[in-house]
T-cell receptor
Framework: SAVISQKPSRDICQRGTSLTIQCQVD?????MFWYRQQPGQSLTLIAT?????????ESGFVIDKFPISRPNLTFSTLTVSNMSPEDSSIYLC????????????FGPGTRLTVL | AQKVTQAQTEISVVEKEDVTLDCVYE???????LFWYKQPPSGELVFLIR??????QNEISGRYSWNFQKSTSSFNFTITASQVVDSAVYFC???????????FGAGTRLAVHP
């Protein structure tokens, strides 16, 4: 399995501010993803973080609201911009190792509350 | 389109009962992978199993077992002799062979009471 860490683990933010979440993996991985889990809901894919190019966003998610960086094969950041209470969710980083037959692992998540 | 359906929203059992969590999927891919994850109250997502579409052999791991049936597009998960520590939300998920996106079901919340 991959060891994935996220920072911060949780935060409480004011409406209108932005928060950047960091994801660090203990080894190089080809594929990294960002998911959102709203309270009591399932996981929804926000975007695929591509190393060296712009992230690929899913329908309903845009770069201006959720800018993503991936400077190398072990690190990525997700920014939640101009936050509103509707952004209160758990944000999870995920990686997939193709060499392990596409096993996909998740970080511990960042629990965000927007007041 | 790909879809995962977990029809059971919540299940409540008493310790030591056996419980089966249902998962039905839809995909047009001939190659795909199915997953089960556990999300305990602490919130982290724990990988339980991955199964590829060419391997219909059932799998057992301790008290956990999985029944994969392509004929009914189902990948059900059974916990034998449930324990309080099994209380969690369980997610079934699917990724197609040629596509990157891991699609999750809505999840089943399992409560095991002493």
């Amino acid at each position: 399995s991959a060891v994935i860490s996220q920072k911060p683990s949780r935060d409480i933010c004011q409406r209108g501010t932005s928060l950047t979440i960091q994801c660090q993996v203990d080894s190089q991985v080809t594929m990294m993803f960002w998911y959102r889990q709203q309270p009591g809901q399932s996981l929804t894919l926000i975007a695929t973080a591509n190393q060296g190019s712009e992230a690929t966003y899913e329908s309903g998610f845009v770069i201006d609201k959720f800018p993503i960086s991936r400077p190398n094969l072990t690190f990525s950041t997700l920014t939640v911009s101009n936050m509103s209470p509707e952004d209160s969710s758990i944000y999870l980083c995920s990686v997939r190792r193709e060499e392990s037959y596409n096993e996909q692992f998740f970080g511990p998540g960042t629990r965000l509350t927007v007041l | 389109a790909q879809k995962v359906t977990q029809a059971q929203t919540e299940i409540s059992v008493v310790e030591k009962e056996d419980v089966t969590l249902d998962c039905v999927y839809e995909t047009r891919d001939t190659t795909y992978y199915l997953f089960w994850y556990k999300q305990p109250p602490s919130g982290e997502l724990v990988f339980l199993i991955r199964r590829n579409s060419f391997d219909e052999q059932n799998e057992i791991s301790g008290r956990y077992s999985w029944n994969f049936q392509k004929s009914t597009s189902s990948f059900n998960f059974t916990i034998t002799a449930s324990q309080v520590v099994d209380s969690a939300v369980y997610f079934c998920a699917l990724v197609g062979g040629g596509y990157n996106k891991l699609i999750f079901g809505a999840g089943t919340r399992l409560a095991v009471h002493p």
